[in-house]
C-alpha cells in the first residue's frame, strides 16, 4: 500500500521559515476519493481537498487500510494548520499517530511529517515544551539533510519565540556550520540576526537582513523576501521611519504576489503606522476590508471541517440507544427551558403589577429578581445538567427513574416561587453529596474523593452544608461542561474550627486573567454568606486547583 500513497507535503514550514514547498503529485491509488483529495490539493482548493481526504479515510477504514488512514489524517491535520485551526489540526494529527507502523522504515517520511505538523500546531498555541518535544520525535524518524535543517532550524525559532535567545542562536550556528548554502543559508542568517537584535535592540541586524535580502532575490525566492522585507522594516521603524516605509511597501506587493492575506494585513499595519495622514487612512480601509474578508472565508473553511468530522462522529455512532438517548436529553432540555419560561414570564408580569410602588419597593424586587435566577440556576439548572451527565454514559436508561428525578425538578421549581428553603441536615448531607458527586463519574472521568468522612461535617449548621453543596454542584458543572478534564481529585480535611476543600482537576485550566461569570460569581458570594473563603488557581498548564475554606463557629 505504500507505494499507492505520495505523502501530501503543505508549506508547514511556511510560518517560520519563510519558504514554500511544493507538494508531489499523488500516485495512482485504488481509492478514488483520495485521488480527487489530491487532485484538489494540487489546485490549491485546501476546503475540498480536506473533505476528500476525508471520505478516502473512511473508505480505507472499510479496508483496513491503516496506513492509508493515517496518511488522510495527516494530510487532514496539516490543511487544518496551515488553514489557521491549530487546535483541530492538533487533535487530528494525534489521531494520527495511532494508526501508524512505528516500527516499519518504510513509513518513517509519513510519521516525521505528522510530528512536524504536531510541532507546528504546538508552537502557534505557543506551547513551546511541546513544540521542542515534536519536533525532536521527528529528527528520531531518519531524516535527510533538508529535513534535518529545517526541522533543526524550526526548533531554534522556537526557543527564539520563547524568549530563550541564547539557546536560539547556539541553534543556527550549529546550522551553519554544517556548511548550509543558497536559501537555506539566507534563511539562518535571517533568522539568526533578528534573534541577536531581540536579545539587543543596539545590534545592527540590517547587514545580515541585506545579505539574506540579495541571495534570495537572486534565487527568486518571493517567500524568503517577503521575510527580508518584514524584518527590515521593523528595524528601520525607530530608527530611520523613510525606509521602513519603502520595505513596507515591498513586502505588502511581495505578499499579493504570493497571495498570502496574513503578510498582506501585517504590511498593512506597517504601512498605517508609517504612511502620512491621508495615505494611512487609505491603508485602514483596505486593512478593515482584507481583515474581514479573511475571517469570513476561514471561518467557512472551518465549519466545512468540522462538517465533514461531525458526519463520521454521527456515522458512527447512530446507533438507536444513543439515538434515544439523545433524544431524552432533548426532551429534558426543553423542559428546562419551559420552566425557566413560566418563571420570567411570572417575574415580568409581578413587576408590571409593582411599577408604582415606592423606591424601597423597588429595592426589594430587584433583590427578589436575583434570588430567583440564583435558585433556578442552582437547583433546576444545575440539577437538570446533573440529569443529563448522568444519562450520558449511562448503557440504559430507566424511564421510571427518569421520570422521578424530572419531578423531582419539577417540584424544586414550583417550590422556588413559594420560598422553599429546605436543605440537606448534617444527618443526610454526606450521602447527598457523594450522590450529587457520583453522577460526574465515568468511564472518561476519573473522580478521587479522599477524606470525606461524616466527622467533616458534625456540629454544622443546614444553611453552611446547603451552601458547601451547592459551591461544589456548580464546580462540577463548570468542570463538565468546560475543562476538558479526565481526572478530578476531591480532598476534605477539618482542622479544628475549619474545614477545607481542595479541588483539582487535569483539564485545560483557567485563563491568566480570570473573569467572574455567573457561575463563579455564585460560588464566591455564597462563600462570602457563610463567612468562608474561595480561590483559584489559574495561569497553570497542569490543569484547575480551587481552595475553599470555611469555618464551622
Known amino acids: ?130 513544540a521542542i518535544r515534536f519536533y525532536e520525535q521527528a529528527l528520531s ?14 526548533i531554534a525559532n522556537v526557543y527564539r519565540d520563547s524568549g530563550k535567545y541564547k539557546a536560539a542562536i547556539q541553534f543556527y550556528n550549529e546550522i551553519l556550520k554544517q556548511g548550509v548554502s543558497g536559501i537555506q543559508y539566507a534563511r539562518v542568517i535571517s533568522n539568526l540576526a533578528a534573534t541577536r537584535w531581540l536579545m539587543n535592540p543596539n545590534y545592527n541586524a540590517a547587514i545580515q537582513y541585506k545579505q539574506a535580502l540579495a541571495i534570495r532575490l537572486r534565487e527568486k525566492d518571493l517567500w524568503g523576501q517577503n521575510s527580508c522585507y518584514a ?38 499595519q506597517k504601512l498605517i503606522r508609517l504612511s502620512p495622514v491621508d495615505q494611512s487612512r487609505r491603508y485602514f480601509e483596505r486593512y478593515e476590508q482584507k481583515r474581514d474578508s479573511l475571517q469570513t472565508v476561514r471561518n467557512a473553511a472551518k465549519n ?133 458527586l457520583a453522577v460526574f463519574s465515568h468511564e472518561h472521568l476519573k473522580l478521587d474523593v479522599q477524606g470525606h468522612e461524616k466527622s467533616i461535617w458534625q456540629g454544622l449548621e443546614p444553611a453552611i452544608t446547603s451552601e458547601i453543596y451547592l459551591v461544589l454542584q456548580e464546580l462540577m458543572v463548570n468542570m463538565k461542561k468546560h475543562s476538558k478534564a479526565t481526572r478530578v481529585v476531591l480532598s476534605f480535611s477539618r482542622q479544628g474550627s475549619k474545614v477545607h476543600i481542595r479541588y483539582w482537576d487535569n483539564g485545560i485550566g483557567l485563563a491568566p486573567e480570570l473573569r467572574f461569570n455567573n457561575g463563579l460569581s455564585n460560588m464566591a458570594n455564597r462563600m462570602k454568606n457563610i463567612n468562608g473563603n474561595i480561590s483559584f488557581d489559574h495561569g497553570d498548564v497542569s490543569g484547575t486547583g480551587v481552595h475553599i475554606s470555611f469555618s464551622t463557629t
Open 304 to 436: 466545512l471541517r468540522y462538517e465533514a468530522e461531525k458526519h463520521k462522529a454521527d456515522y458512527l455512532k447512530s446507533s438507536a440507544e444513543n439515538v434515544q438517548k439523545q433524544n431524552t436529553i432533548l426532551r429534558i432540555s426543553i423542559l428546562v427551558a419551559a420552566l425557566a419560561t413560566s418563571l420570567l414570564v411570572g417575574y415580568f408580569y409581578y413587576l408590571r403589577r409593582k411599577k408604582h410602588f415606592k423606591m424601597e419597593k423597588e429595592i426589594e424586587v430587584k433583590n427578589t429578581t436575583l434570588k430567583y435566577v440564583k435558585k433556578v440556576h442552582d437547583r433546576v439548572a444545575n440539577g437538570v445538567y446533573q440529569v443529563m451527565s448522568e444519562l450520558e454514559y449511562a448503557d440504559q436508561v430507566d424511564v421510571d427513574e427518569l421520570l422521578d428525578k424530572l419531578d423531582v425538578l419539577y417540584q424544586t421549581s414550583r417550590d422556588i416561587s413559594y420560598e422553599d428553603t429546605t436543605s440537606a441536615t448534617a444527618g443526610s448531607f454526606e450521602q447527598q453529596l457523594m450522590s450529587m
Open 141 to 154: 524518524y531518519q531524516p535527510d539533510s533538508t529535513a534535518i535543517f529545517i526541522i533543526r532550524n524550526n
Open 231 to 268: 524584518h527590515l522594516a521593523d528595524f528601520y521603524i525607530k530608527r530611520q521611519p523613510d525606509s521602513a516605509l519603502l520595505y513596507s511597501h515591498k513586502m505588502y506587493r511581495v505578499a499579493q504576489q504570493i497571495q498570502s492575506p496574513d503578510d498582506e494585513l501585517a504590511a498593512l
Open 1 to 130: 500500500m505504500i507505494t499507492r500513497l505520495i505523502l501530501f507535503v503543505l508549506p508547514l514550514f511556511v510560518l517560520l521559515s519563510c519558504t514554500k514547498r511544493d507538494a508531489p503529485s499523488a500516485a495512482v491509488t485504488a481509492n478514488p476519493y483520495f485521488d480527487r483529495a489530491n487532485t484538489f490539493r494540487d489546485n490549491g482548493d485546501s476546503d475540498s481537498a480536506f473533505v476528500y481526504f476525508n471520505k478516502a479515510k473512511e473508505l480505507f477504514l472499510q479496508e483496513k487500510d491503516s496506513l492509508g488512514v493515517a496518511t488522510c489524517l495527516a494530510n487532514m491535520g496539516a490543511i487544518a494548520i496551515n488553514s489557521g485551526d491549530y487546535f483541530g489540526g492538533l487533535e487530528i494529527s494525534l489521531n494520527a499517530l495511532s494508526y501508524f507502523d512505528k516500527l516499519n522504515s518504510d513509513q518513517y517520511g509519513y510519521i516525521r511529517f505528522n510530528y512536524g505538523n504536531l510541532g507546528l500546531a504546538a508552537e502557534n498555541l505557543k506551547n513551546y515544551p511541546d
